[in-house]
């Protein structure tokens, strides 16, 4: 619905769903637009409400709030099975008091599943709350007819072609606790909020990402180490289970530091660039921050992805020579998809190898679980061999939960008897083990 004169107009809309069922529709959804008001009170303007309203089986649907303020709630309702125009669920205009709680995003189709793009038009001093809280996003993909559609990258305008989450406008969006996972889209989450600050941050702590490996979590979100004009999403500590009841991550993990050979994110360590027989790739925005130096030697080549540069808040040395300048160029479709071609046999062969450890409880050695007896990966014989070392220390079990994606706050480790098999009603344990003593590296 369009209301009539947005811009000035003395009405006040309450818009309230509470207990329906959409369902089968052909085209549409909810859409409306509300209007400016000329003089108002922050207690009494408008409201939007859904309260267990489904929406099932729309084709060419979405939900879309636009318009003036408002408070805006959306709680315990199902959106599921919809094949969306665009996206499913968006608010733009100016901002909204929202909270987005307990809802479930199940089978949808589309660009996104949810974005807020917001914009300070209003004379609101301070910020307007908004809570987006105990989601369940899962197992949505893109609409099938958008796969085969031409992918245009404007340097202007660049972004993901699909996510679960987008965070743009200048609104800032506390998104916790939520539920992400089995989304077939380029990413979880856009954190693509504006503001004219460096330090430009949004939170979306305590969810559940769809794995508890920091890394892999790290790759479903695009943020400001992917483009530079994007927020810092501050996403640790996380969930460890698809569970809004899970325990929680450790606070603080290292950043992946930028080297040679991942010129992206943010620069926080000196760094220099030699000649080399071939060119450097920046596949994401790189960042030098101020406390860091980025140094270009002579001959240097750089190729850069589509809309990618380089961000110096810090010094950046880049001087070449006439017989050696330094050569920066676009990055060709055809070396782009070789690239992540490879990227992508890597990652499948990693799938493929064993993570080094596991914990293995009654005879049974399953992923997931949290206790155990220590088996450890042999690599030369491509056995999994039983930790048999009597200097095996507590900072060692803590070591291995980091490696399995369990917390380390409360360890406890034993030595221990282990009964392998049975042989007349008589147990037996394995012989196999390595007799030297191991020594953890790294964190």
Request: proline residues 4%; negative net charge; contains cysteine.
């Given at each position: ?181 089995d989304n077939q889209l380029d990413y979880e989450l856009l954190a693509g909020t504006k503001t004219a600050k460096i330090d430009n941050m949004v939170n979306v702590k305590l969810n559940w990402w ?108 880049a001087q070449g020579q006439p017989e050696n300048p330094i050569v920066m160029k676009p990055i060709t479709i055809q070396k782009m998809e070789q690239l992540e071609f490879q990227e992508k046999m ?98």
């Open positions: 619905m369009y209301f009539r004169d947005l811009r000035s107009s003395n009405n006040l809309y309450h818009w309230i769903l509470r207990e329906n069922q959409i369902e089968r529709n052909k085209e549409g959804g909810f859409q409306i637009s509300l209007p400016y008001v000329w003089q108002y009170d922050e207690n009494h303007t408008h409201s939007v409400h859904f309260e267990n309203v489904t929406f099932r089986n729309n084709e060419n649907f979405e939900t879309h709030i636009a318009g003036h303020y408002s408070k805006l709630h959306v709680i315990n309702s199902l959106f599921e099975d919809n094949i969306c125009k665009g996206g499913l669920f968006s608010v733009t205009g100016m901002e909204k008091e929202m909270i987005i709680y307990k809802n479930r995003f199940f089978r949808n189709q589309g660009s996104f599943v949810a974005v807020f793009d917001t914009d300070s038009q209003s004379e609101i001093v301070g910020a307007v709350s908004a809570y987006f809280h105990e989601n369940q996003i899962k197992f949505n993909r893109v609409n099938p007819r958008m796969i085969n559609e031409v992918k245009v990258i404007n340097n202007a305008t660049y972004q993901p072609m699909s996510y679960a989450l987008g965070l743009k406008g200048h609104q800032k969006i506390n998104v916790t606790k939520n539920l992400f996972g769809g794995t508890a490996d920091s890394k892999m979590i790290r790759e479903r979100i695009f943020d400001f180490d992917d483009w530079n004009s994007y927020a810092l999403a501050l996403y640790k500590p996380y969930l460890q289970r698809d569970d809004f009841d899970s325990p929680i991550s450790v606070s603080y993990e290292p950043e992946d530091e930028v080297t040679i050979d991942n010129l992206s994110g943010r620069l926080l360590h000196p760094l220099i660039l030699y000649k080399r027989n071939r060119p450097y790739v920046v596949k994401s925005d790189l960042t030098i921050m101020p406390n860091a130096m980025l140094t270009i030697g002579p001959g240097v080549e750089l190729e850069f992805y589509p809309s990618v540069g380089i961000l110096a808040l810090g010094p950046l040395i890597r990652a499948r062969q990693m799938e493929k190898e064993p993570k080094g450890v596991r914990l293995c409880a009654e005879e049974k050695c399953e992923v997931g679980i949290n206790q155990g007896f220590l088996e450890y990966f042999n690599k030369t014989t491509l056995q999994w061999v039983p930790m048999c070392d009597d200097r095996f220390t507590e900072r060692n079990v803590q070591v291995v939960c980091r490696q399995l994606g369990f917390d380390t706050l409360n360890v406890f480790f034993d030595y221990g008897k282990r009964w392998e098999y049975m042989y007349n009603h008589i147990p037996v344990s394995r012989v196999r083990k390595w007799p030297e003593p191991f020594q953890c590296v790294g964190e």
